[in-house]
Protein backbone atom coordinates (compact mmCIF):
# COMPACT_ATOMS: atom_id res chain seq x y z
CA UNK A 1 0.00 0.00 0.00
CA UNK A 2 0.99 3.26 -0.78
CA UNK A 3 2.31 5.73 1.65
CA UNK A 4 -0.50 9.04 1.62
CA UNK A 5 2.65 11.46 1.21
CA UNK A 6 3.53 9.36 -1.41
CA UNK A 7 0.31 9.47 -2.73
CA UNK A 8 -0.21 13.21 -2.65
CA UNK A 9 3.10 13.91 -4.20
CA UNK A 10 2.34 11.89 -7.15
CA UNK A 11 -0.95 13.29 -7.39
CA UNK A 12 0.60 17.15 -7.36
CA UNK A 13 3.17 15.97 -9.88
CA UNK A 14 0.14 14.50 -12.31
CA UNK A 15 -1.94 18.05 -11.83
CA UNK A 16 1.29 20.63 -11.90
CA UNK A 17 1.49 20.51 -15.58
CA UNK A 18 0.55 23.11 -18.39
CA UNK A 19 -1.29 21.48 -20.07
CA UNK A 20 -3.98 20.51 -17.97
CA UNK A 21 -6.56 23.48 -17.81
CA UNK A 22 -7.89 22.32 -14.41
CA UNK A 23 -9.47 19.67 -12.36
CA UNK A 24 -12.03 19.23 -9.90
CA UNK A 25 -11.09 17.87 -6.40
CA UNK A 26 -13.75 16.05 -4.60
CA UNK A 27 -13.09 15.22 -0.81
CA UNK A 28 -15.35 12.52 0.80
CA UNK A 29 -14.67 13.01 4.47
CA UNK A 30 -14.23 9.37 5.64
CA UNK A 31 -10.68 9.63 3.93
CA UNK A 32 -10.13 11.02 7.81
CA UNK A 33 -9.67 8.25 10.47
CA UNK A 34 -12.87 7.95 12.29
CA UNK A 35 -10.67 8.90 15.77
CA UNK A 36 -10.30 12.63 14.20
CA UNK A 37 -13.94 12.23 11.97
CA UNK A 38 -16.05 9.63 13.43
CA UNK A 39 -19.06 11.79 11.57
CA UNK A 40 -19.86 9.50 8.63
CA UNK A 41 -21.82 6.87 7.19
CA UNK A 42 -19.04 4.38 6.90
CA UNK A 43 -15.74 4.93 9.29
CA UNK A 44 -12.86 2.89 8.97
CA UNK A 45 -9.55 3.03 10.86
CA UNK A 46 -6.69 3.69 9.12
CA UNK A 47 -7.89 7.02 7.10
CA UNK A 48 -5.40 10.02 7.16
CA UNK A 49 -5.34 13.04 9.39
CA UNK A 50 -6.77 16.51 9.48
CA UNK A 51 -3.68 17.79 9.02
CA UNK A 52 -2.64 15.89 6.11
CA UNK A 53 -6.05 16.47 4.43
CA UNK A 54 -5.51 19.95 5.04
CA UNK A 55 -1.80 19.66 3.74
CA UNK A 56 -3.49 17.96 0.21
CA UNK A 57 -5.79 20.45 -0.16
CA UNK A 58 -3.41 22.98 0.47
CA UNK A 59 -1.06 21.52 -2.44
CA UNK A 60 -3.88 21.14 -5.11
CA UNK A 61 -6.57 24.08 -4.43
CA UNK A 62 -4.43 26.67 -6.44
CA UNK A 63 -4.79 24.85 -9.68
CA UNK A 64 -8.11 23.12 -9.27
CA UNK A 65 -11.36 24.76 -10.60
CA UNK A 66 -13.87 23.54 -7.76
CA UNK A 67 -14.70 21.09 -5.19
CA UNK A 68 -17.22 19.02 -3.71
CA UNK A 69 -17.78 17.84 -0.24
CA UNK A 70 -19.35 14.59 0.85
CA UNK A 71 -20.06 11.62 3.56
CA UNK A 72 -20.41 14.20 6.51
CA UNK A 73 -23.39 12.99 8.11
CA UNK A 74 -24.98 15.57 10.59
CA UNK A 75 -27.31 13.36 12.22
CA UNK A 76 -23.70 12.39 13.65
CA UNK A 77 -22.62 14.92 14.37
CA UNK A 78 -25.34 16.82 16.65
CA UNK A 79 -23.49 19.77 17.86
CA UNK A 80 -21.55 20.28 14.55
CA UNK A 81 -18.00 20.44 15.39
CA UNK A 82 -16.80 17.69 12.93
CA UNK A 83 -18.74 20.28 10.07
CA UNK A 84 -17.05 23.42 11.66
CA UNK A 85 -13.37 21.20 11.84
CA UNK A 86 -14.14 20.19 7.73
CA UNK A 87 -15.24 23.83 6.85
CA UNK A 88 -12.12 25.19 8.60
CA UNK A 89 -9.35 23.16 6.78
CA UNK A 90 -11.35 23.63 3.29
CA UNK A 91 -11.30 27.49 4.39
CA UNK A 92 -7.66 27.75 5.14
CA UNK A 93 -7.12 26.14 1.83
CA UNK A 94 -9.02 28.35 -0.74
CA UNK A 95 -8.43 31.48 1.12
CA UNK A 96 -5.19 33.60 0.87
CA UNK A 97 -3.85 34.53 4.39
CA UNK A 98 -5.24 38.32 3.64
CA UNK A 99 -8.60 36.59 2.98
CA UNK A 100 -8.47 34.78 6.24
CA UNK A 101 -7.25 37.71 8.39
CA UNK A 102 -10.92 39.68 6.84
CA UNK A 103 -13.21 37.16 7.35
CA UNK A 104 -12.59 34.95 10.39
CA UNK A 105 -15.00 31.97 10.87
Known amino acids: MAHPQSTLADIVDRTAHDGLDGFW ?3 DVDVLDPDHMPAVDSPDPGGIS ?3 L ?3 L ?5 RAVGMTVGILDPDLDPAGQYAVQVATIILEAV ?4 EQAAEPI
Open 58 to 62: DALWP
Open 95 to 98: TTDS
Open 54 to 56: SEA
Open 50 to 52: PAL
Open 25 to 27: VHV
